[in-house]
Every structure is written in C-alpha cells, then in structure tokens.
C-alpha cells in the first residue's frame, strides 16, 4: 500500500455541485494532515489543515477518519475558480512529509 | 510580506553537466525545505533545513544532489552531474516551524529543469 494514496481524477463537476474526494494514508501513526492547493504550472498552497474535529472554511470541509486512516474534502457550491489539483498531505510521527499525487478538479460551466 | 524567492526560474542543461539552484525563505522562517516535483506528480521532498541542521535527507540522491544553508537563512541546491530523469520542477518551501500550528509551508515560485 502506497504511503499515501489519492485518486487522480479528473473530477468533472457541473459549477455548483458538491464534489469530495478522499486520501488514504498508510502510517497509522501519522501526526499532521493538510489540503494544498495547486494551480496549474504554479505553487502549492495551504488549503486547509486537517484537525481531528474536523474544519470548515467557507464551502470547504475538511474530515479526518483515524480508525479507517484518510482524511477528506467536501467543496459545496463550487466554482470555476475552484479547479485545480489538490494535494493531500501528510506528516508521520517520524516527521517524514509525503504528499500525495494529487486530484485534478475540472469544474464545468 | 515577501514570499519565497527562488532563481532561476528556468534552467535547460545538457546531461552531465552541472545546475544549482537557489532559495531565500520567508524572513524569520526556521524550516526550509526542497521538492521535486516531476509532471503528473506531486512534490517529493528532497531536504528538509532546520536552521541549518538537516531533518530528513532520506530521499535525497547524494551521490548526486547536495543542498546547504550555512548561515541558516538562503539554501542552494546542486545536481552533479544531471541525468534525464532529473527534468523535473525544483520546488522550495519555508515554514516559521516544524510541527504544531505553525508548520503552514510557503512555497515559491520553483525552477523549471529540463535536462537534454
């Protein structure tokens, strides 16, 4: 099993529809969790960071299921704006960062 | 406030030679670190700074890569010699710490490496 895995896509979704998709991870004792964001031929950037309560920002929502070992994110009401690629990250208690491959999201006019 | 710097933006060598690149983190910022990242994939980390004590180098090629920041602010990192399978976007990132809250990781804008 992949240290972390998620499904590449693309993800074509209508504007305004809800969309989610899930990261597994494969260390149990993993610490730290994160949603980048990456623009095509740009930089990663801090989308959300993953709590065990989970979080919500805007029309983002973000879960983490330590007993089945992936973390989540929902986008409601999405927007043109919102297609990217978007990267789970994950940290170990051994502190060793590993992205994953990342999902590409196409919303649709 | 300033965000990472990194030059060159784009670099294109034949294989064999040699290609540094260069980082300036965002001021204050402790953790630097260096991905690369190659087309259809996400970023893999290289070298992870702690001011300029190294944290994890695990994934680094080191009988070709070295990175440094000796005064614990900028950092370059070298590929000697390239080979093909180098081509990829050398991408760096800082952060104010490494773990608890503060671990946000700013990148800049990387470097474009194509090796022929």
């Known amino acids: 099993r992949k240290e972390v895995e998620q499904d590449p896509g693309p993800f074509n979704v209508p504007e305004g529809a809800t969309v989610a998709f899930n990261c597994t991870y494969s260390?149990?004792?993993?610490?730290?969790f994160f949603w980048y964001r990456q623009d095509c031929r740009k930089e990663p950037k801090l989308l959300m960071s993953?709590?065990?309560s989970g979080n919500e920002d805007g029309r983002f929502t973000a879960q983490l299921n330590r007993a089945s070992q992936y973390i989540s994110l929902l986008i409601r009401d999405s927007k043109l704006s919102d297609s990217a690629t978007y990267l789970c990250?994950?940290?170990?208690?051994?502190?060793?960062?590993?992205f994953g491959k990342g999902t590409r999201l196409h919303i649709l006019p | 406030e300033a965000g990472v710097a990194q030059s060159p933006r784009y670099k294109i060598i034949e294989k064999r030679q040699s290609v540094a690149f260069w980082c300036n983190p965002i001021?204050?910022?402790?953790?630097l670190y260096w991905y690369q990242q190659i087309l259809g994939q996400g970023p893999k980390l290289l070298i992870q700074?702690?001011?300029?004590?190294?944290?994890?180098d695990s994934q680094l090629p080191k009988d070709r890569f070295s990175a440094e920041r000796l005064k614990g602010v900028d950092s370059t990192l070298k590929i000697q010699p390239a080979k093909l399978e180098d081509s990829a976007v050398y991408l760096c990132?800082?952060?104010?710490?490494?773990?608890?809250?503060?671990?946000?990781?700013?990148f800049g804008p990387g470097t474009r490496l194509l090796v022929l």
């Open positions: 990250v994950v940290r170990g208690r051994d502190d060793k960062i590993i």
């Open positions: 990132a800082s952060s104010l710490e490494f773990g608890g809250f503060q671990e946000t990781q700013y």
């Open positions: 993953v709590y065990s």
């Open positions: 001021s204050g910022h402790a953790t």
């Open positions: 260390n149990s004792a993993s610490q730290s």
């Open positions: 700074f702690q001011n300029n004590g190294v944290v994890d």
